[in-house]
């Protein structure tokens, strides 16, 4: 379950910087699939992949936190 909602927040940043999957991917030196399994909600993102994430999104681990999460660490 929170696998899942970090992965929709994922996408859903993703999307509003204008990054496909295949050129987000590329940007982290992952493959499609791994980001494809986040997005999914089927596979967790490691504290390193999240860093790369936020610095190429341009956002804070704080603003792609899902909202509860948000809640527990303010």
């Not at 295949?22 to 791994?34: D, Q, T, Y």
């Not at 804070?60 to 809640?71: I, N, T």
Request: charged residues 35%.
């Amino acid at each position: 379950m929170e696998a899942e909602k970090w992965g929709r927040r994922i996408r859903a940043f993703r999307k509003l910087k204008g990054f496909t999957q295949e050129g987000f991917a590329k940007e982290l030196g992952i493959s499609v699939s791994i980001i494809g399994e986040i997005e999914r909600g089927n596979r967790m993102p490691t504290e390193q992949l999240l860093e790369k994430v936020t610095q190429k999104l341009n956002v804070s681990v704080e603003d792609l936190a899902p909202p509860e999460e948000q809640k527990i660490n303010k």
